[in-house]
C-alpha cells in the first residue's frame, strides 16, 4: 500500500508515520511519529508536527488520523493541524517562487519548523541573506562606490556564473551549501564553460571575497573557504616585453593621420620610459613636472600603492612631449588605449609568433600568438623593468623609479628567457 503523494506546484508534500508500515504492520497500536516530508528536485528535508498516531488509526491514502466512531478522540484537531500546516507551506512555496527562481529549501524547513511549534516568525530579510547570490550582489551594490570599475565588472561576472552553475544546479546557493563538494563543482562548471584556469582564478578569487564579507559580518559562520583545498587555481601567463630596438622602430612610426592610434603609441611609450602602471601612465599632464636642481622630473603619485616616485625627464620622454608642445598626450579611455596599442604594434611589424601556453577546459593549451596581440598597456611597465634589468641597471635603482617594495615583487616583471638570463650574468663578470 502506498501513500498518496500530495503534488504543490512547485515540490512533493507528504505525510507519513516516522517508521515504516512494514515494521508498524508488526504492532499496528504503537505510536508513531506524524512526519511532513518536503521535496524539490533532489533537496528534500522532513519535520515532526509534534502529534503521534498509531498504523490503526492512521489512513495511509488519505494522508491523516481516522475520523468516526471508535477512532482516536482528536482526530479532527490532529487533520485541522496538517491541513494548515500544508496550506501554509503552500502559501510559503508559492511567496519564494515570486522572489526566486528556485526553492530556498532550508528557508522553507525553518519557516514551517516555527510555524509547527508556534513559535514567531522568522525575519526573512536575515534568511534572504543567507543566500550566496543574494547577499553578494548586495554587497557589491553597497561597496561599488569605493571599488575601481574593473573590479565592479569582475565580481558581476563572478555573480552571473554563480547564477548560471545555480540554474544548472537546480537549488538555490546559500552560504551553507559552500563546502568543499560545492567548491569542486563550481570549479568543473567554469572549465567546462571553457575558462582558463586564470579565469576561473579570478572567479574563486571574487567568491572568497563575498564569503569573508559575510563571515566578518556575522551572516554566516562559515570559514570553509580558508581551507587550503579551497584555493584560487592561478598559472604563470606568458607575458612579454618591447625590446629597445623595437622601442625605437614604434617610436619612428608616423600615424599622424590617425589621431587615437599616434595618441595611443605616444601615450604607450611615456609608459614605457617610465616604468609606471597605465592608471598613473595614461593622463600625465604639467601638474605632475617639478625641477630638481635644475632638472625636471616627472613627480608621481602612484594611485595603487600610494608611493611617491620621480623619473627624470628624458631625451625620448622630451621628444614625445615635443609634439604636444612640451606637454603630455591627452587620456584615452582605457579600451581604446589597448586596442590602439595592438594596432600599433602590428603595423610597426612586431608580428613574431610566440608560444605561448595556458589551461582552458581543464586541458593544457599550446598556441603560436602574434608579438602585437599579446602587448597589453601592462606591457610598458614590463618593458621598462626588463630593459634596465638586460642593461644591468642595479635592480634597487630601477625599483627606484618602478615603486617596487621587494626585488621579489620587481622580478615578477622581468620578461626574459634563461639562457639570456645567464648571459647577462655572464656578462657581468661573474667567472671573471
Partial sequence: MSNLVLQSTHGVIRFSLKESIKSLELTPKKESLIMLHFSSKGRRFKKSIGYKCSLKNWDVTKQRVKTGKGMVANAYEVNAFINNIQSYAEEELTKIKKINDFIDVKLLSSLIEKKIKGEDEIDREEEKNKELIYYSRKVLEQKKSQIKIVTTRSCNQTIKMLEK??????YLLRFDDVDLSFYRGFVQFLENEGYSL????????NLKVFLNDALTNGVTDNSIFKSR?????????????????ELEILANEDFSKRSKLELAKD???IGCYTGQRVSDYNGFTEENIEVIKGREVIKIHQKKTGTIVRIPIT????KVMDRYNGGFPPKLSEPILRENIKLACKKAGFKELITVSYTKGGRLVR?????????????????????H????KPIQNIM???????????????????REEALIVMESGFFD
Fill in 267 to 269: 601615450i604607450f611609450l
Fill in 389 to 392: 634589468y638586460i642593461d644591468q
Fill in 315 to 318: 631625451s625620448k620622454i622630451q
Fill in 198 to 205: 586564470n579565469s576561473v582564478g579570478k572567479h574563486i578569487k
Fill in 165 to 170: 552553475y545555480e540554474k544548472s544546479s537546480g
Fill in 400 to 418: 627606484l623609479f618602478s615603486g617596487h617594495k621587494t626585488e621579489r615583487e620587481f622580478l615578477k616583471y622581468v620578461r626574459i628567457e634563461k
Fill in 367 to 387: 598556441e603560436g600568438i602574434p608579438k602585437y596581440d599579446l602587448v597589453k598597456t601592462h606591457t610598458a611597465r614590463r618593458t621598462f623593468c626588463t630593459n
Fill in 229 to 245: 583545498s579551497f584555493k584560487v587555481l592561478k598559472e604563470t601567463t606568458t607575458e612579454i616585453f618591447l625590446t629597445k630596438e
